[in-house]
């Protein structure tokens, strides 16, 4: 009976082990919540990335939309290429869609943020979005602020 | 003389301290044989040296005939399963009941049934008089009642081989009694053959077949109990009438005690 | 001076010695894998190592929690930034105040306790007789606790980390009014599965094989005496906790560290 009462304790032990492995893979890491549903990958280049990183969100309207799935460089043209999987079929995008590197908050993490256009025709998979605004980065903007006062 | 145990020129130290120095001994088959000495003469030492667990220095061990030392691994379980030992401390296990600890060296060995175990546990702790106290914990039961689950328990098996370290130490006279009486009667109804270490003359005495009596190392007098008391040695006769002065030194040895305290002054 | 590089040396053969002996106790009682027959005495294991531990486990890991996640959204919401918290608690949690506090109190609870009860059953020679009646020890009794070390510490972390999750949110949501679904959306954008809470079980499991080790081999080789029992416990606690924060150190460099 003692055995029993024991057993029934390092079950429910385990169990409850494995519950806090998968609550934290899937809630806390967010496995699964992309896998399930389709998606699509597109591209766009930005001049400029910095802070950037994989797994970042897409989103459009503040809803997540997709995730940065990479960044790579062009070497030749000296800009970024970053690969954007989003959800949903092909066909959701249109063509003059325009993407923009954000920021949550002053210092929080950067994102892509994506700007609905107006175009009959859509992104398929493997397209690029040409209308693209690279990431603020302080320092140029206060080195631009001080030439231009200086004018 | 068909012996079970023969151990011969055995030596063995502990650290710089020689225990047992050049000793032979035999343990004949059946029979009941006690070894008897000083305190602090080895008598256990000796006991765990034939278990296996300490290897002596030089000599030999042979059991059956078979050299202890040049056992395989399988072979040395396999004679320890035949082999049941009362320590001087009942060495019950604590997380274990009175009724698990008998059973416990039947689970381990055997495949019977829970049913067989049942009976049989019941019967061995009926032999020592505390079948009422099969679902005690090992802390709930004193020095005396300890000892006796820890004897049903080496005697689970049925070993081939009982060893007895200082069994009658710390029981009341009742307890006492049974216990000579229950080894006399393993040794009889069962043919078991058993060793016994003790210092306790009256008791080893009344049971023994053959009486050794080490003291520094050696056998200083071997024979039946009867053959000891007509004594013909100093050294034995002092051990069996239990005086204080003779050749056995009562004494740790030592520096002389008038050099000890003058000396260090 | 002479007398120093002794004493010197003599302490570092000493530390090699223990060192060897605790490497053979551990290829005994490991060497050949489990039995069936086995299983049994491993979930007894799991019971008084893992399960009795669970309470002191949950309640650290809700305060830890909590305390966390109200340090990280009062500074962070002076950058505006408390959608960060999500993320940033996940994060320490998952890489490492789970794998590290979780050890730390596992050798203070059952670390100390595996050594007592080893040790005493060693005093009164419970081992010695389970050798004489052909039952190794090492198998019976060291090599269960630490298979039930082995499996139980991952999953105390596990529960730890998961605990710790909920107390920060009950802190920084329900109480300090954070946006749910910044912190949870900020919490899935920056944790990875393998780089977050891969390494840190990774992390787990070896701080499980550290401390069970010890705490085995420090029962097993206590003088058998009240001080000396006493002393190995204490030495328990106190060689494992440093050895799970050096370990921990030097794991953070080689998972994290980018060189």
């Known amino acids: 009976m003692r055995m029993r009462t024991i057993e029934i304790s390092v079950g429910g032990f385990v169990l409850a082990g494995v519950i806090g492995l998968v609550f934290l893979a899937v809630q806390v890491s967010g496995v699964g919540e992309l896998g399930e549903r389709t998606s699509y990958t597109i591209q766009a280049r930005f001049d400029d990335v910095a802070g950037l990183r994989e797994r970042a969100r897409v989103s459009m309207a503040g809803v997540t939309v997709g995730r940065v799935r990479g960044i790579d460089v062009d070497m030749q043209w000296g800009d970024a290429i970053v690969t954007l999987e989003i959800m949903g079929e092909p066909g959701n995008l249109t063509i003059d869609t325009g993407a923009k590197i954000l920021t949550d908050g002053v210092v929080g993490a950067r994102y892509v943020g994506l700007l609905p256009g107006s175009d009959e025709e859509t992104l398929g998979p493997g397209d690029e979005i040409v209308e693209t605004q690279g990431a603020l980065v302080l320092e140029n903007l206060i080195g631009e602020f001080l030439t231009n006062i200086g004018k | 003389m068909d012996n079970l145990i023969e151990i011969k020129n055995l030596t ?17 088959r059946g029979k009941v044989t006690a070894i008897m000495g000083p305190s602090g003469t080895g008598k256990t030492t000796l006991l765990r040296i034939i278990g296996g667990q300490l290897k002596p220095d030089d000599g030999v061990v042979l059991v059956n005939g ?19 030992m009362l320590f001087q401390s009942s060495a019950l296990f604590t997380d274990l009941s009175v009724f698990e ?34 679902d005690l914990a090992p802390s709930e039961l004193s ?104 050749p056995v030194p009562f004494h740790y040895p030592a520096d002389d005690l008038a050099f000890d305290l003058l000396g260090e002054g | 001076m002479s007398d120093l590089l002794r004493s ?21 009682a490991m060497a050949g894998l489990p039995r ?27 305060s830890i929690g909590a305390v966390l996640s109200l340090q990280f959204y009062t500074q962070l919401a002076r950058f505006g930034a408390q959608d960060a918290t999500g993320v940033g608690l996940a994060l320490v949690l998952l890489r490492e105040l789970g794998p590290v506090v979780t050890a730390l109190l596992f050798a203070g609870r059952a670390g100390s306790a595996l050594t007592a009860e080893i040790g005493l059953m060693k005093t009164t020679e419970q081992l010695s ?70 390494k840190g079980m990774v ?8 401390v069970t080790w010890v705490a085995v081999f420090q029962g097993y080789d206590a003088p058998p005496t009240a001080e000396g029992m006493s002393m190995a416990t204490t030495q328990t606690v106190v060689i494992s906790s440093v050895l799970v924060l050096a370990t921990d150190f030097l794991l953070t460099l080689v998972f994290y560290g980018d060189f």
């Open chain 3, 36 to 62: 069936w027959g086995d299983v049994a005495l491993v979930v007894k294991q799991i019971y008084n190592v893992g399960f009795m531990s669970l309470i002191i486990i949950v309640l650290s890991a809700f």
């Open chain 2, 143 to 246: 020095g005396g009642m300890a000892r006796r689950v820890a004897l049903a328990r080496a005697i689970a098996l049925d070993p081939d081989l009982m060893m007895y370290d200082e069994p009658f130490t710390g029981q009341d006279p009742i307890a006492m009694g049974m216990l000579v009486d229950l080894i006399r009667q393993l040794n009889g109804a069962l043919g078991i053959t058993s060793l016994l270490v003790s210092h306790d003359i009256h008791e080893t005495v009344s049971i023994a077949d053959q009486i050794y009596i080490i003291a520094e190392g050696k056998v200083i007098g071997a024979g039946s109990p009867e053959e000891l008391r007509a004594g013909s040695t100093p050294m034995v006769k002092q051990f069996m009438h239990g005086d204080r002065d003779g």
């Open chain 2, 101 to 134: 600890n008998v059973a416990f060296p039947m689970r381990v060995h055997t495949n019977l049934s829970e049913e067989l175990i049942r009976d049989l546990v019941l019967m061995k702790l009926n032999a020592v008089g505390l079948r009422g106290a099969r």
């Open chain 2, 12 to 28: 063995f130290f502990r650290g710089e301290r020689m225990i047992f120095d050049n000793m032979s001994l035999d343990v004949p």
């Open chain 3, 203 to 210: 992390k787990s499991l070896v701080f499980a094989l550290l």
């Open chain 2, 66 to 84: 078979k050299d202890l030392c040049q056992m395989s691994h399988d072979e040395l379980q396999a004679f320890r399963r035949n082999l049941g």
């Open chain 3, 129 to 198: 007789i389970m050798e004489m009646m052909g039952v190794d020890p090492l198998r019976r009794i060291i090599a269960p606790r630490i298979w039930a070390g082995l499996i139980s510490l991952p999953l105390l972390t596990a529960i730890f980390s998961m605990v710790a999750v909920y107390g920060g949110v009950v802190v920084a949501v329900n109480w300090l009014g954070a946006d749910p679904g910044g912190f949870w959306s900020g919490m899935q954008d920056g944790v990875e599965l393998w780089e977050d809470l891969g």
């Open chain 3, 8 to 28: 010197i040396g003599v302490r570092f053969l000493d530390f090699l010695s223990a060192l060897g002996r605790a490497s053979l106790l551990w290829y005994r």
